[in-house]
């Protein structure tokens, strides 16, 4: 698997198989790791626990509130205390959503080129909508998504194939002239099965374990302009 590919030199934008980028939401399409980690450490002071780093939080962010509250006090979800810290966080994240939040670096660049290219883009999130859409909103990215499909938007979630596609329905899109940009296992493994090209966002939140090389994505890329690559 390459971290880099080489542009076709003669190829033109006509003859391009692609029609579609869908992205995931945290840690791929848009930088939330600061807001959340405000979150956590918010409800760990209030309930008398001392902040954790960004550092330690951030690698995390993707995988959910569930995951953060279990790193900040060291519960599991069965445990009683773990379902109210759980509301706090995601009251006190509601409440902030978009203080830090933005795209990250070079995305506005790869999502312009998208939409002047006429090709459209999406996004396919475990994020709930009742949080996903007043985040799109805030960043005034509603108005240019052609597709938004959320966690709760099916009954199955990623690593599922089908909130992919559905998206792909939605917009009457083949999946195979699809790229699916993610930053966790669960994307790749839901972009291959709906039969996507996968990319791994090696700029997102991984873990110190995470091994992306095995998870059988297309390629990895270090930037969002590399998806440019893939376009071309």
Same mark, same amino acid.
């Given at each position: /698997? ?8 003669? @190829? ?8 579609? $980028? ?21 409800? /760990? ?74 090709? @459209? ?15 799109? @909103?805030?960043?005034?990215?509603? @108005? ?36 699916? $940009? ?51």
């Amino acid at each position: /698997m390459s971290t880099s590919i080489t542009l076709p030199g003669s @190829r033109k934008l006509t003859d391009s198989p692609w029609t579609t $980028v869908l992205f995931d939401l945290d840690g791929t399409l848009l930088d939330t790791a600061a807001d959340l980690a405000a979150a956590l450490n918010a409800v /760990m002071v209030a309930n008398g626990a001392a902040a954790l780093p960004f550092e330690a939080i951030r690698p995390v962010v993707s995988h959910g509130g569930n995951a953060l509250i279990e790193l900040g006090f060291g519960i599991k979800p069965e445990q009683p205390r773990f379902e109210p810290l759980r509301q706090q966080f995601l009251e006190y994240y509601a409440n902030n959503i978009a203080r830090q939040t933005k795209l990250f670096p070079g995305m506005d660049e790869v999502l312009d080129e998208i939409e002047r290219r006429g090709l @459209r883009w999406g996004i396919v999130t475990n994020k709930p909508t009742w949080l996903t859409e007043p985040l799109l @909103r805030a960043l005034e990215l509603h @108005r240019r998504v052609a597709v938004v499909v959320c966690g709760d938007t099916l009954e199955q979630r990623k690593p599922h194939p089908a909130p992919l596609l559905h998206a792909c329905r939605q917009i009457q899109a083949q999946p195979q002239a699809c790229l699916y $940009v993610g930053d966790a296992e669960r994307d790749i493994r839901a972009g291959r099965a709906a039969g996507m090209t996968t990319l791994v966002a090696l700029f997102g939140y991984l873990l110190a374990d995470d091994r992306p090389e095995t998870w059988g994505a297309s390629a990895m890329i270090r930037t969002p302009g590399e998806i440019l690559t893939w376009l071309s």
